[in-house]
C-alpha cells in the first residue's frame, strides 16, 4: 500500500514537471508597442500593422522588426539557435502567426516599410486571392524564403512621399523608414539643384546689371561728346 502511493506521488510529480516543460516550450507573440518598440536590424521605429515580425528568443527575449526581410537579415547574422519562435502577420487580419505555417507573396514593386517586397498571409487562399487582385506576384512558402535572394528594392527606396518605407498610418513615426530618408535626400538634392539654378540666375543677373551699366556709361560718354561738340561749334 505504501509503494503503491510512492508510485502514484512520483506519477503525479512526474506529470507535473511533464506539464511546466511543455508550456515553457510555448512561445507567444506580443503585441507591439509603438512608442518604444524599434527594428532589431535598422532600428527603425516600429508600426503595429501588416509588416511587423517578431522573433522570440528561447530565453524568453523579444525582437521585433518592422519588416520580414529585416528579420530574416538578423536571422541571416545570428542563426536561429537561439529562436524559440518567429511570427509574421496576416496581410488582412493582422492576427500573429507562425513563420513556417504562413504563405507570402513577392513582387518587387510590393511596398513594405524597407523595401523587401513580401507579404505574408495566415491562408493560402488570401495569398493567391491578392495575387489576382493585384495581377502580379510569386506565392512562397516559408522554406521558400529560406532561399530568397533578400534584396531591397531600389527603386522603392528611391521613393519620396509615399514611398516604400512609409509605414501604414506610421508617418508620425520618427525614422519611419530608410527610403524616406532616401527620398528626403533625393529631395535636399532637388532643393541644391533650386540653388544652382538661382545662383546661376543671380550671375545672370549679374552679367545682365554689369552690361547695362558698361551701355548706360557708353550712352553718358556719347552724350558728353555730344555736349562737347555743340558747344565747340
Request: proline share 0%; glycine share 16%.
Amino acid at each position: 500500500m505504501r509503494i503503491r502511493r510512492m508510485a502514484l506521488a512520483l506519477t503525479f510529480v512526474m506529470a507535473a514537471f511533464i506539464s511546466v516543460a511543455c508550456g515553457r516550450g510555448e512561445y507567444a507573440a506580443r503585441a507591439v508597442n509603438e512608442e518604444t518598440d524599434r527594428c532589431a536590424t535598422c532600428n527603425m521605429a516600429v508600426a503595429d500593422d501588416a509588416h511587423a515580425t517578431q522573433i522570440v528568443t528561447k530565453d524568453g527575449r523579444t525582437l521585433v522588426f518592422d519588416d520580414i526581410g529585416c528579420m530574416y537579415a538578423w536571422l541571416a547574422e545570428h542563426g536561429d539557435g537561439d529562436v524559440g519562435a518567429s511570427f509574421v502577420r496576416d496581410y488582412h487580419g493582422l492576427q500573429w502567426v507562425k513563420t513556417e505555417k504562413a504563405y507570402y507573396v513577392y513582387d518587387a514593386s510590393f511596398k513594405t516599410p524597407m523595401a523587401y517586397g513580401v507579404l505574408s498571409f495566415a491562408d493560402k487562399a488570401d495569398a493567391e486571392a491578392f495575387i489576382a487582385e493585384q495581377g502580379k506576384g510569386v506565392l512562397m512558402t516559408a522554406e521558400d524564403l529560406g532561399n530568397h535572394s533578400w534584396e531591397a528594392s531600389r527603386d522603392m527606396e528611391r521613393a519620396h512621399g509615399d514611398g516604400a518605407h512609409h509605414h501604414d498610418g506610421g508617418a508620425g513615426h520618427d525614422g519611419a523608414g530608410h527610403g524616406e530618408m532616401d527620398g528626403h535626400g533625393a529631395g535636399h538634392g532637388n532643393r541644391d539643384g533650386h540653388g544652382d539654378g538661382a545662383n546661376d540666375a543671380g550671375d545672370a543677373h549679374g552679367a545682365g546689371a554689369g552690361h547695362g551699366g558698361d551701355g548706360d556709361r557708353a550712352a553718358a560718354g556719347a552724350h558728353g561728346e555730344g555736349r562737347e561738340g555743340g558747344a565747340a561749334a
